[in-house]
């Protein structure tokens, strides 16, 4: 098992900052996938971004060059910096993990709201 629990979240103005980030603890495996999703009401949740273990990072479109992913292996955490943001990135976001056998754990979620 793999507990998740991330912070950060908040209410930002558009044009601000925001950092998220994700604590994992249990069963850690040294290779794996940690990833951030979100889901904004009555949308599917969605990939913002993730990092492999070896450092190797992946963004949707929409957020390339705003967001940055990064983790720290030997503290098991990962953090999301998001700036220059936008009222279409209100939502809740989730830290996600996978396993080296393809198995998904999830965080509970942090609201991020952009509003002025």
């Known amino acids: 098992q793999v507990q998740l629990v991330e912070s950060g979240g908040g209410l930002v103005q558009p044009g601000g900052s925001l950092r998220l980030s994700c604590a994992a603890s249990g069963s850690i495996f040294t290779i794996n996938v940690m990833a951030w999703y979100r889901q904004a009401p009555g949308k599917e949740r969605e990939l913002v971004a993730d990092i492999s273990s070896s450092g190797r990072t992946n963004y949707l479109r929409s957020v390339a060059g705003r967001f940055t992913i990064s983790r720290d292996n030997a503290e098991n955490t990962m953090s999301l910096q998001m700036n220059s943001l936008k009222p279409e990135d209100t939502a809740v976001y989730y830290c996600?993990?996978?396993?080296?056998?393809?198995?998904?754990?999830w965080g509970q979620g942090t609201q991020v709201t952009v509003s002025s």
């Open positions: 996600c993990y996978v396993n080296y056998v393809g198995k998904g754990y």
